[in-house]
């Protein structure tokens, strides 16, 4: 076991790596982040930032020589640099699971050789996998194998013809071809798995997305997403077994397609997940809390939501006079959201607000869900987001 006051290394900035960072510092640790951007959210607050690359040796000798431990908050680490600190220090998740969950390619032959739920795709290496691609994949989602994120890296494609165009653009870099589904609803899986192979997954999130970026997180979903009685317990079973077959070690994000009643994985993330935001403020142990534990040899808390949640995310794009990265540039009236009660907000510290950039997000709690939803959507509306 790894106990306070040891010093924790975390690979990646993020909002995500903030909140461990915050978590971590709760229960007497100390923490080292690792991120190129002087800025990041995470390096803010740490104990120290190393502002260096992902592949910077010297960096990560020091990393590896104060940190008892490393995690990552960022799936796109190169597998590389977590193999290389492994000479070091213990490193959770491990390589090899990062791996596949950080490359499209991996990650759906990973779900069909294990016999669990995925949606028709190609894997598309070349101009010619599209012209030999089964023609019922289309109307297709053409998505890159490597560093997409919040719906970049895709293109939504009628035919072959817009495929290859779409692939070009992309300028060849491997892909997957996916049938585009209909989608009665979309959830989402966290959970936390330690080296003996114990798991705690948190309630099943339901979740509204808005231009392929994460809008809204319902905790936990709502009967309506969970068609039948044993839909929430078996996205739990799939989710626990991706991290078995993974040997997971740390929290893992696995988001679902509901189509026709029936589950299908969409993808994993190797790390905390945006539709897990809620657990910090709905549960007594959070996501973060989990990670830590898991890295630290701790026995994993057994969380419990004690509140009904619905968390919304605030995107760049509120920081515009118009709502939608146009017009003067100013902070949202933030006391509008302070008023609401059982409403908590977070904000990352991110100094330059981008449309689309996950600026921060808000979570309203409360006994009854229905209130809990109403409330939240109001507090959305007032902020000015909008749907078009
Ligand atoms: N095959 C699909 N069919 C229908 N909608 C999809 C499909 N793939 C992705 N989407 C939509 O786009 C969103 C983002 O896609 P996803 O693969 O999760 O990428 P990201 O890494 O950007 O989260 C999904 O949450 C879903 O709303
Ligand atoms: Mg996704």
Known sequence: MILPPATLGMLGGGQLGRFFVSAAHEMGYKVWVLDPDPHSPAGLIADRHLVAAYDDYVALDTLGSECAAVTTEFENVPADTLDYLTKFIPVHPAASAVAVCQNRIAEKTFLADHGLPHGPFAVIRGEDDVRNANAELFPAILKVARFGYDGKGQARVADRDEAIAAFQHFKGEPCVLEKM??????????????????????????????????????????????????????????????????????????????????????????????????????????????????????PLATPRQHSAAVMVNLLGELWYEDGKGHGTYREPDWSLLHAVPGLRLHLYGKHHARPGRKMGHFVVTGDDAEAVLERALAARAAIGIRDE
């Open 181 to 298: 589904l209909a989608l009665d609803f979309e959830v989402s899986v966290v959970l936390a798995r330690d080296e003996a192979g114990n798991v705690r997954a948190f309630p099943t999130g339901e979740n509204r997305h808005r231009n392929g970026i994460l809008d809204v997180t319902i905790a936990p979903a709502r009967a309506a997403a969970c068609p039948s009685e044993g839909t929430q317990l078996s996205a739990q079973q799939i989710a626990e077994r991706i991290a078995d077959k993974l040997g997971y070690v740390g929290t893992l994000g696995v988001e679902f397609f509901v189509c026709r009643g029936e589950l299908v994985v969409n993808e994993m993330a190797p790390r905390p997940h945006n539709s897990g935001h809620h657990t910090i403020d709905a549960c007594d142990a959070s996501q973060y809390e989990q990670q830590v534990r898991a890295l630290c040899g701790l």
